[in-house]
């Protein structure tokens, strides 16, 4: 995959995207696993990258009309605050998308908070019959935050970054016309505070395919053990899934409880970060769920202190106190349910 480096002129469109979601319990005639959710408003700020700066260059915003959840999910009315009713002065998504694609543009790169935008727009594109293949390159925004603002990778919200560069809270946040704004402004200021070949370099390395899968996982077959089950799928972590080269191994695999973390490197295609979990299933039985995916500059954070962690207690982990036990119980639980 050929890294685009970033140089005068390139247009930058920070996007962001509200979706109505499926009413828990309520039937509808589609299946809901194709329309996780349905987008109802398109925001976005054109930049134009000049002479090291991002200068601002208009505005795009568009409320949507559902077809099909026509109702606000509960959490979606109370993040948003919008009502039933002004979901019906929305324009349909096929208008909104294409007054959108013309505001881009042909060589414009996307720029979101997260990865899960570009992902829900394919999602809502391949629903309505359209071309899901969005003409665009992305860079996610979050890592870039992340990496120049000394935040170890942690994943930090929009509101946190604006706090951060002292950016002054003239919108409501949740909107996706205010929330592409706040990004936009964060964006701009990681440019304005850095050193110029410094964040050039990082924002290139960062620009990706939206297209493209970056995320692949495998199942192994149930065992008695948990070791036979590890190497049922550790052949999985030895190519690159894109191009098939023999990875280099940047981190080697080490096991903290019950998961198996590694840095892989491919010659053309850059690093992975993988991850092995064990499980058990109803039976009893071990299999190893693995992960493996285009390392983001969190993931490379993720693996230094894991292996720092490991480094120093081994393969059980630092040993985590009761009240922390039950938060981490909880986080997995959400973790898997992804
Ligand atoms: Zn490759």
């Known amino acids: 995959m050929a890294r685009r480096k ?3 002129g390139d247009v930058f469109i920070v996007f962001d995207l509200e979706w109505n979601q499926p009413i828990p319990g309520k039937e509808y005639n589609i299946d809901v696993s194709s329309l996780t959710g349905e987008i109802i408003e398109i925001g976005a700020v054109k930049l134009i990258y000049t002479g090291g700066r991002l200068i601002p260059h208009g505005e795009f915003s568009r409320d949507i009309r559902p077809k099909v959840y026509r109702k606000l999910h509960f959490h979606v009315k109370k993040v948003t605050h919008k009502s039933n009713a002004d979901l019906l002065n929305g324009v349909p998504f096929e208008e909104a998308y294409t007054d959108f694609a013309e505001f881009c543009g042909e060589d414009a790169v996307l720029a979101g908070w997260g990865n899960s935008d570009t992902d829900m727009l394919k999602m809502n594109l391949a629903f309505l019959g359209m071309d899901d293949k969005l003409p665009w390159k992305f860079i996610d925004v979050q890592p870039l935050f992340s990496l120049f603002a000394g935040q170890d990778g942690k994943q930090r919200s929009v509101e946190f970054a604006v706090d951060y560069y002292d950016i002054p809270k003239e919108e409501v946040f949740h909107s ?163």
């Open 176 to 338: 996706a016309t205010a929330d592409a704004k706040y990004t936009a402004r964060i964006m701009q200021s990681i440019f304005e505070r850095s050193a110029q070949d410094k964040v050039e370099d990082a924002a290139s390395d960062q620009i990706i395919d939206c297209n493209i899968k970056r995320e692949y996982s495998h199942t192994g077959a149930p065992c008695r053990t948990q070791a036979q089950a590890l190497s049922l799928v550790s052949g999985f972590n030895s190519k690159c899934p894109f191009c098939g080269r023999k990875f280099n191994v940047k981190t080697p695999l080490f096991r903290i409880r019950k998961s198996s973390y590694g840095l892989f490197e491919c010659p053309n295609d850059g690093d992975f970060f993988g991850r092995t979990r064990v499980k058990k299933n109803g039976e009893g039985l071990y299999y190893a769920a693995a992960v493996l995916r285009l390392a983001n500059q969190n993931d490379i954070f993720l693996i230094e202190s894991k292996k720092a962690e490991f480094d120093r207690f081994g393969t059980s982990g630092r040993p985590v106190e009761k009240s922390e036990q039950i938060i981490n119980k909880k986080c997995q639980k959400d973790d898997n349910s992804y």
């Open 6 to 8: 970033i140089c005068d």
